[in-house]
């Protein structure tokens, strides 16, 4: 019998219920319950999510100022042995795209160094890259709007590089060749290529591999004791082992060579040394408050379009307050970590295995410790249904899309090209529709809609319209 199997599922709701923490009126919050009662309901909260078959095993830490609320392992590290998560939260994970923000702190620190300009061209300081003509900030590859198409989202080239021994430069001449999916500035899509561009720019100016910078300015400095760079084939104790769910259980992850996903998504650590980090970088041992103040604030597009995104770091409000967050995904591990500023809260959990995402769990510990989730307000719509009805098209991570906008009486129905059934829109306040989990946002001019904007974690999607 597998583990996994023996694995019996227990829903957030019954786990809290058992508290007596939930009520028919919602979920409460840390100002009405005692310390002990709040620890054990975050405790539960985590249970419930590692009681799924296709979690392996997962790391939590949850920290309210100087109070160190939850700080332990649940589930396994590795399934064959049967070797438990440690408690004390000291396992090691690869936590993908969290790599992000070191990235973005090494850059920082070297436009203070006065090394780097954000608002130069990149290629004056990676003359190797041929833009075709684009002039291409520094910054706007920090925020995912560079236009460059990321390399992961190229089919096949992945598979192309795994398993040969190139040097990292052979990235640049793979990526340069293909075709920028917008102008710089223009839009933003998730981009792995500017973060691996971003790593061999430190490499060139700092003297450093990407790798021995974190090392030596960031892991060293701060203690980060069980933080490295990733590798498939050194050995370092505590790592956890990932695995990927399969049709009858997880399986071992898929093999993932470190060379590729390098400074997008190629550092491993742990929940401890993940609080140390924010508490370094949110409290001023990073960055000075105006190179902090940088990273944190997100540029708007050259069209004035506002997004939640800045430097390696989603910035946007949550449940009323300002949060500053990002996850991660690579090959058999998921991780997810918030930081409240205005309540001093910072919650991390990393998880070994490719199923549900550990951000449920940090949302529904934020429930506690931060407050419930305010949504927006649904209003009724004044304008003119007609104007936004159309097809719009353009690219979207991965691909390229077609969304189709129709109406029905005093509905607006939406969907991609092809779907079986288009589902309803609903209004909601500044200007924001929503329909299931996606939102988007017209751009109405002369009566009628000339692109949609898609909206959806560090991406904004330009749409444009199909006459």
């Given at each position: 019998m597998s583990m996994s199997s023996r694995r019996r599922p227990v829903t957030r709701a019954l786990a809290l219920a058992a508290l007596g923490v939930l009520t028919g009126s919602g979920t409460a919050s840390a100002q009405d319950m005692d310390r002990a009662t709040l620890v054990a309901a975050l405790d539960s909260v985590a249970r419930a999510h590692v009681a799924s078959d296709n979690v392996a095993g997962m790391s939590v830490a949850v920290v309210q100022g100087s109070d160190t609320l939850l700080m332990r392992g649940y589930g396994h590290v590795d399934l064959e042995w049967e070797v438990v998560t440690p408690e004390d939260g000291s396992a090691t994970y690869e936590i993908g795209s969290i790599t992000k923000q070191f990235t973005a702190a090494a850059i920082m620190q070297l436009v203070e160094e006065g090394k780097l300009d954000l608002d130069t061209d990149f290629t004056e300081y990676l003359p190797a890259f041929d833009a075709a003509g684009h002039t291409v900030p520094l910054r706007r590859l920090l925020d995912h709007t560079s236009g460059i198409k990321s390399y992961t989202a190229v089919r096949g080239l992945m598979e192309t590089l795994f398993?040969?021994?190139?040097?990292?430069?052979?990235?640049?001449?793979l990526v340069e060749a293909i075709p920028f999916e917008f102008e710089p500035g223009t839009a933003q899509i998730y981009n792995n290529s500017a973060y691996f561009l971003l790593g061999l720019i430190i490499r060139d100016v700092s003297g450093m591999s990407y790798e021995d910078y974190v090392e030596t300015n960031f892991f060293e400095k701060l203690g980060m004791d069980s933080s490295h760079y990733c590798s498939e084939r050194e050995i370092h104790p505590g790592t956890a082992h990932g695995y990927s769910p399969g049709p009858d259980g997880l399986l071992?992850?898929?093999?993932?060579?470190?060379?590729?996903?390098?400074?997008?998504?190629?550092?491993?650590?742990?929940?401890?040394?993940?609080?140390?980090?924010?508490?370094?970088?949110?409290?001023?041992?990073?960055?000075?408050?105006?190179?902090?103040?940088?990273?944190?604030?997100?540029?708007?597009?050259?069209?004035?379009?506002?997004?939640?995104?800045?430097?390696?770091?989603?910035?946007?409000?949550?449940?009323?307050?300002?949060?500053?967050?990002?996850?991660?995904?690579?090959?058999?591990?998921?991780?997810?970590?918030?930081?409240?500023?205005?309540?001093?809260?910072?919650?991390?959990a990393l998880q070994n295995s490719n199923g549900p995402p550990p951000a449920a769990v940090v949302a529904g510990m934020a429930d506690f410790v931060v407050g419930p989730s305010i949504p927006l307000e649904e209003r009724d719509f004044d304008g003119d249904l007609d104007a936004l009805v159309g097809e719009y098209a353009g690219p979207v991570r991965g691909s390229h899309f077609h969304f189709v906008v129709q109406r029905d009486g005093d509905d607006l129905l939406v969907g991609a090209r092809g779907a079986d059934e288009p589902e309803v829109a609903t209004y909601l306040e500044d200007g924001t529709w929503r329909a299931g989990g996606n939102r988007f946002r017209f751009k109405v001019m002369d009566g009628r809609a000339t692109e949609v904007m898609l909206l959806g974690g560090s991406a904004r999607y330009r749409l444009r319209w199909v006459p």
């Open positions: 398993g040969r021994d190139v040097p990292p430069d052979t990235m640049v001449s071992h992850k898929e093999f993932m060579d470190h060379q590729w996903p390098y400074a997008a998504g190629s550092l491993c650590s742990s929940v401890g040394d993940l609080i140390r980090w924010n508490s370094a970088l949110h409290g001023g041992e990073i960055l000075s408050p105006d190179g902090y103040a940088a990273m944190t604030s997100p540029m708007p597009l050259t069209d004035g379009t506002d997004l939640d995104y800045a430097m390696g770091l989603g910035v946007a409000e949550q449940r009323g307050t300002l949060a500053i967050s990002h996850g991660g995904g690579i090959n058999g591990f998921v991780s997810y970590g918030i930081h409240y500023p205005e309540r001093d809260v910072t919650i991390v």
